[in-house]
T-cell receptor, first 116, second 113 residues
Framework: AQTVTQSQPEMSVQEAETVTLSCTYD???????LFWYKQPPSRQMILVIR??????QNATENRFSVNFQKAAKSFSLKISDSQLGDTAMYFC?????????????FGKGTKLSVKP | ETGVTQSPTHLIKTRGQQVTLRCSSQ?????VSWYQQALGQGPQFIFQ???????GRGNFPPRFSGLQFPNYSSELNVNALELDDSALYLC????????????FGSGTRLTVV
């Protein structure tokens, strides 16, 4: 069974600074996806970044990047130049390659507050 | 391209009643998943539908059931509502292999009193 653990319930960062959110996961599978989702007060889950496990290169999307350590089963999210709009709950999630097991397994989330 | 839309946005039901929640998938997506998110928790997988058939289920009792229609929209039905069913219910659509991730709706907030 897959599990996802986020050990930081809350974090805060000053505007324009950099923050890293931690995530570890466990799976016996070799092929899977990893995701970071953002959930603002509007409730909609918004995809921030995704990583395919077979790709060694860390994914990057503008100010967001990941540090994917497959052997350690670690998938941290770095947010550079933090903006007030980054304030939200952040969820780490994993998914197998589809089919009947292609659902998302979420961590409990990290509440990020960006302070002016 | 249209996103995922869910209705209603809020709902209050009495314990023991039945409820139906609706979801329309994003254009081009034929797989729909439902999640339950209790307050302060991460979403929990309920089930997934592909080609109008249930295609994977989480640890939820049979009183949670669903449907998918030919246009890939979906319904979540919950019978015999319990107080613990109070939660945000999220619908997500994707392609069968979620190469580009899942697109979520804004959810339905269900309160059972």
């Amino acid at each position: 069974a897959q599990t996802v653990t986020q050990s930081q319930p809350e974090m805060s960062v000053q505007e324009a600074e950099t923050v890293t959110l931690s995530c570890t996961y466990d799976t016996s599978e070799n092929n899977y996806y990893l995701f970071w989702y953002k959930q603002p007060p509007s409730r909609q889950m918004i995809l921030v970044i995704r990583q395919e496990a077979y790709k060694q290169q860390n994914a990057t999307e503008n100010r967001f990047s990941v540090n994917f350590q497959k052997a350690a089963k670690s998938f941290s999210l770095k947010i550079s130049d933090s903006q007030l709009g980054d304030t939200a709950m952040y969820f780490c999630a994993s998914s197998l390659y589809g089919g009947s097991q292609g659902n998302l397994i979420f961590g409990k989330g990290t509440k990020l507050s960006v302070k002016p | 391209e249209t996103g995922v839309t869910q209705s209603p946005t809020h709902l209050i039901k009495t314990r023991g009643q039945q409820v139906t929640l609706r979801c329309s998938s994003q254009s081009g997506h034929n797989t729909v998943s439902w999640y339950q998110q209790a307050l302060g928790q991460g979403p929990q997988f309920i089930f997934q539908y592909y080609r109008e058939e249930e295609n994977g289920r989480g640890n939820f009792p049979p009183r949670f059931s669903g449907l998918q229609f030919p246009n890939y929209s979906s319904e979540l039905n919950v019978n015999a509502l319990e107080l613990d069913d109070s939660a945000l219910y999220l619908c997500a659509s994707s392609t069968p292999v979620p190469v580009y991730g899942y697109t979520f709706g804004s959810g339905t907030r269900l309160t059972v009193v």
